[in-house]
């Protein structure tokens, strides 16, 4: 999803987070992504959420894609343990 998203124009990682979906026993890492083809005024955001078991939290890194996801990941690892 991610490589066809950024093909699609969604060149810009705006954040990644990462959070506890309380009591589901599942940790979430939030991406929000922008496109702005139509001009600075006009920007398309999609949100991404992928969901992980909290006993193995693994989810595939967006790193290759966008390079500024490379230290948000690193900090969600740090405070939930998710492994990108």
Not at 14 to 40: F, K, M, N, W
Not at 57 to 62: A, G, N
Not at 63 to 84: P, T
Request: aromatic share 16%; glycine share 6%; with cysteine.
């Amino acid at each position: 999803i991610a490589v066809i998203l950024y093909v699609y124009g969604y060149n810009y990682l705006r954040s990644q987070c990462a959070y506890d979906v309380a009591p589901g026993g599942l940790l979430a890492s939030v991406y929000h992504l922008t496109r702005i083809e139509y001009g600075v005024d006009q920007p398309e955001e999609v949100c991404i959420k992928v969901f992980a078991p909290r006993r193995n939290p693994r989810i595939p890194s967006v790193f290759w894609v966008w390079k500024s996801a490379d230290f948000q990941e690193r900090e969600s690892y740090d405070m939930l343990g998710i492994i990108y």
